[in-house]
């Protein structure tokens, strides 16, 4: 696996060396759910405007919300606002570097917490996403899942992990990028495969998935309707009419179910004439 990953490793710019944890902060809140082709772009953008959490912090988080473009579920954008300000207060604007201080930030959970300690700086730490639970299950279990990351598959990893707290981080990312690129989800390469000869799923005949994800659809359903008026709003200047939005969509309950959602979330602020801002 090691070697599969110096050979065919992505160059992408969050695993630089020394790119410190900042940078790998959000280039992990913005791949969750969200292809790296699409985050590329605007994570050189946040990057280069807000090189620090002082800088983003000092900044609203409406601007925020306009930087994240069209990535979708912009609450992540509020979420890294409020970490930044978190670290400011907090950490003296510095990313932590253990677990236990990554999970006290706001919007970071398990996987994220996880990631930033193995890939900044270094440590030993079981980093399960999807990728990582596919190839985890194929290889070691003999099954196929989409199900989601839990606690007992964390000490699973991290009991394969290497004793070496370097190598393990490499190792994270490693298995992490074969599930991306080798043992994917609907066509995964097992041809020509690094680890087939040690590989439970493929001794065991490719079984189908335990465990299916639903798919999920997009048209017509509140994220669409939400996203409609986020942009409405990152386009629209200081502020937009609640008539000029109510334009965006034909079904009204929906559409103030939505609205309503947005304000709710901090994602929208209406500022008492009838017009809507974003956070500020």
């Known amino acids: 696996m090691l070697q599969f990953y110096a050979d065919h490793r992505r160059d992408l710019p969050w695993r630089a060396p020394g790119?410190?944890?900042?940078?790998?902060?959000?280039?992990?809140v913005m791949l969750q759910q969200t292809p790296v082709a699409r985050v590329l772009p605007v994570y050189l953008e946040w990057v280069a405007r807000w090189p620090t959490p002082a800088d983003l912090a000092a900044d609203a988080p409406g601007d925020a919300v306009r930087a994240w473009g069209r990535l979708g579920y912009p609450r992540r954008a509020l979420r890294l606002h409020a970490a930044a300000t978190a670290l400011v207060q907090r950490f003296g604007g510095v990313v932590p570097d253990t677990v236990e201080e990554l999970l006290s930030l706001p919007g970071v959970g398990e996987?994220?917490?996880?990631?930033?300690?193995?890939?900044?700086?270094?440590?030993?730490?079981?980093?399960?996403?999807?990728?990582?639970?596919?190839?985890?299950?194929?290889?070691?279990?003999?099954?196929?899942?989409?199900?989601?990351?839990?606690?007992?598959?964390?000490?699973?990893m991290a009991a394969l992990l290497p004793q070496d707290a370097a190598?393990?981080?490499v190792l994270s990312v490693a298995v992490m990028e074969f599930g991306a690129l080798v043992c994917t989800s609907r066509s995964p390469g097992c041809d020509g495969c690094p680890v087939r000869p040690d590989c439970a799923w493929w001794a065991a005949g490719r079984p189908p998935p335990t465990v299916r994800r639903k798919a999920q659809g997009f048209a017509g359903t509140d994220r669409q309707v939400r996203g409609?008026?986020?942009?409405?709003?990152?386009?629209?200047?200081?502020?937009?009419?609640?008539?000029?939005?109510?334009?965006?969509?034909?079904?009204?309950?929906?559409?103030?179910?939505?609205?309503?959602?947005?304000?709710?979330d901090g994602l929208a602020v209406p500022d008492g004439s009838g017009r809507i801002t974003l956070p500020r």
């Open 167 to 169: 190598v393990a981080a």
């Open 19 to 28: 790119v410190g944890g900042w940078p790998v902060l959000i280039s992990e």
């Open 228 to 264: 409609l008026i986020v942009g409405a709003l990152r386009a629209g200047g200081e502020s937009v009419s609640e008539d000029d939005l109510a334009t965006l969509w034909p079904d009204p309950v929906q559409w103030r179910r939505c609205l309503d959602s947005l304000i709710v």
């Open 111 to 156: 996987y994220t917490a996880r990631a930033v300690a193995a890939f900044a700086f270094g440590r030993r730490e079981p980093v399960v996403d999807t990728n990582v639970l596919r190839v985890l299950s194929r290889v070691v279990r003999g099954v196929d899942t989409q199900a989601s990351a839990t606690a007992a598959d964390r000490r699973e």
